[in-house]
């Protein structure tokens, strides 16, 4: 298992649960000298950072790009797979293939979480999963042709009305025909929705392509009340071998919440 923390360069959202917000070199020299594998990127766009810039970076502090969010299409733009407005569904899947792009030059996948988007008021639930279907089937049909994965992240009831729990995901991934799409298993919104997190991991091993490590408040794994010693044993038991992000809260600080994250990365699983 490989370690990542979060970056997020995008002002709008700079309440959420990232770690860091400082310019781009700071944010990856402080990952690297904490001795975090890969950083985990959320950037307002695919043009947003200089490729060329990045992967100087990237090699200059021997760090890897693991992954790509695609969550500024929703909150700068207010794009998602599940509008109404065709044009607005067809601008998503325009955005988030641009996002591909960008994370396919790193070998990254992208991510997508909130613009999935949510069954809107009127619309029945079978037409807005058609809606979803649709978009994802085209966005995973072009994360193959350039040798990534796309990850579908199952969000928590407050965020999405559409698929909560991994058994629901699953089931619906299965109607897709279609092999390139993993789940983002959460801890955050599995500790919300799941009743058990490592019963769900050792059902659903097979599906996860990417961990996001957060505490059940959403901060730094060892700030809450989740327990890591069953889920880290159902991890090792599924042989996981991909990269354990953070994406928390920076608290009580960027710095503490990174140095803390790295601390129980390597209690877990070092």
Not at 21 to 36: R, V
Not at 178 to 193: G, K, S, V
Not at 247 to 258: I, L, N, Q, R, T
Request: glycine share 8%; proline share 3%; net charge negative.
């Amino acid at each position: 298992m490989k370690s990542a923390i979060t970056i997020a360069l995008v002002p709008q959202i700079k309440s959420g649960p990232w770690v860091f917000w400082e310019n781009l070199e700071d944010s990856i020299a402080k990952a690297s000298a904490l001795g975090f594998d890969a950083v985990e990127l959320f950037t307002a766009s695919a043009t947003a950072v200089d490729t060329t810039l990045l992967q100087q970076l990237s090699e200059s502090y021997r760090i890897r790009i693991c992954a790509v969010g695609t969550g500024a299409g929703k909150v700068v733009q207010g794009l998602t797979l599940t509008d109404p407005n065709a044009v607005v569904r067809d601008r998503a899947i325009a955005f988030i293939s641009e996002m591909i792009d960008f994370g396919a030059a790193f070998n990254a996948p992208a991510i997508i979480g909130s613009m999935q988007g949510n069954i809107p008021q009127g619309i029945e639930r079978t037409t807005a999963l058609q809606w979803l279907s649709e978009g994802i089937s085209i966005l995973a049909g072009k994360a193959e042709k350039k040798g990534v994965r796309l990850i579908y992240e199952p969000l928590n009831r407050y965020e999405t009305n559409i698929f909560n729990c991994f058994a629901d995901a699953v089931a619906w991934l299965e109607t897709l025909g279609t092999n390139n799409i993993q789940l983002l298993a959460d801890l955050f919104h599995m500790n919300i929705e799941e009743a058990s997190i490592p019963e769900t991991i050792y059902q659903y091993g097979s599906y996860i392509g990417h961990i996001h490590f957060a505490d059940s408040n959403r901060r730094a794994i060892g700030m809450g009340h989740t327990s890591m010693s069953d889920i880290a044993k159902a991890l090792q038991s599924i042989s996981y071998s991909g990269y354990i992000s953070a994406e928390v809260f920076p608290w009580p600080s960027s710095d503490a919440a990174a140095k803390q994250t790295i601390n129980a990365f390597n209690t877990w699983f070092k």
